[in-house]
């Protein structure tokens, strides 16, 4: 697959074009580094995404020991190959880093990926140092004002405040962060709640957005909603296609750009197809290689 360049960073100022792509900027991102198509949260899969001229994101947490980390889940059990059952319930705050350090990670996405470890925060900033067309979503899970603050502190002393952008679906631990790391970015996921019927529940995301609107969107540089997919529908959007059109428009009025991750369907070409012609140029993924082909078009 041909390397793929990052349309325009606004925050770092570095500048991509590709023949016969459209003016208007586009982010990419690949859920927790690879999606389903490498392994989670690995150094190795954030510079295969970075070397595809995409964004990966990733999730920090810390061990025992005061180490953070970067790993998505409660438990080590999905991901770590090899391990015990008694093993498998263990969270990552509850291990040490020498006990972290040592586990598999790669192989549970193929033979390919043997060996590849949970790498630490910091080692992620360093691959990061010195290039800055790579930037990193850190998504932030409940982590405490002194997590956020040890954060803050390393990516200050990498140079990396625009380029770490902080994800959180807290308005409020989104304005935490803009206080303990004033030139750093803040990236909002508008949380909501799911009918039974997997339809989004509409007043209260509208409600989150009113509070938004309210503040001038405050300290969010960038926002991301989350959607549901399904083409046996006429409209095949939750929210509706109608919204997202609308609020794709108010947000390029406002300066910020909006992702789309869609939790069904992101296998699906046509559902990035479509999300374009409303007007979305931001979309975060699950299945890097079809998001790829269809921006290739």
Sequence with gaps: ?????????????????????????????FHRGGGVERPENTLET???AWNLGVIPEGDVQFTKDGVAVMF?????????????DEMKNRKISEMTWEDVRKLDVGRYCGEAFAGERIPTLESVLAA???????????????????HLERIAQKSKQYGLEKQLFFTSGNYARMLRWNEICPQGVGMLWLGYVWTPDKKCNMPGLEAKLDELRKADFQGVTHLVLHIQTDFNQADP???????????????KERGIPL???????G?????YEELQKLGITGFATDYPSVLLKVLDK
Excluded: V
């Design 259 to 265: 992702e789309i991750i869609t939790w069904s369907n």
């Design 237 to 251: 959007f939750s929210p509706s296609s109608e919204f997202l059109r609308k609020l794709a428009a108010e947000m």
């Design 72 to 84: 998505h889940d409660r438990n080590i059990g999905r991901l770590a190959w090899g391990i015990p």
């Design 128 to 146: 990061m140092s010195g290039f800055p067309e790579r930037l990193l979503y850190q998504d932030e899970k409940g982590l405490t004002d002194e």
């Design 267 to 271: 296998q699906n070409p046509r559902t």
């Design 1 to 29: 697959m041909k390397k793929m360049c990052l349309w325009l960073l606004f925050l770092t100022g570095i500048a991509g074009s590709r023949t016969g792509m459209a003016e208007e900027p586009y982010y990419l991102n």
């Design 46 to 48: 954030f510079l295969w």
